[in-house]
Nanobody, 123 residues
Framework: QVQLVESGGGLVQNGGSLRLSCAAS????????MGWFRQAPGKEREFVAA????????YYTDSVKGRFTISRANAKNTVYLQMDNLKPEDTAVYYC????????????????WGQGTQVTVSS
């Protein structure tokens, strides 16, 4: 059974930091590109970041470049999202997922989503 469990969300002030973790099981984690997405109330789920299987390449949406860093530890079947200089517009539920094919930037290219972790940035 494939499972993804996100953790590390919470309430933080404007300019603060959080580190999200996503623990994966049920697939050969080390062979998959992994992605982080987020969804704010009333909005579509949007791409945040992705990392290839060997950490050779990373991809970010423009609004988080320079503030967020995606990384992974294949030995721990875990992908991380370090979020610095958080802004109120970063408030959303954050999800991780396995990339299954196609563009890294589209949610339809991913499968096996986690339940999400809430990130709230107060102003």
């Amino acid at each position: 059974q494939v499972q993804l469990v996100e953790s590390g969300g919470g309430l933080v002030q404007n300019g603060g930091s959080l580190r999200l973790s996503c623990a994966a099981s049920g697939l050969t984690f080390s062979t998959y590109t992994m992605g982080w997405f987020r969804q704010a109330p009333g909005k579509e789920r949007e791409f945040v970041a992705a990392i290839t299987w060997n950490s050779g390449r990373t991809y970010y949406t423009d609004s988080v470049k320079g503030r967020f860093t995606i990384s992974r530890a294949n030995a721990k079947n875990t992908v991380y999202l370090q979020m610095d200089n958080l802004k109120p517009e970063d408030t959303a539920v954050y999800y991780c997922a396995f990339h299954s094919g196609g563009s890294y930037y589209y949610s339809l290219s991913y499968k096996y989503w986690g339940q999400g972790t809430q990130v709230t940035v107060s102003s």
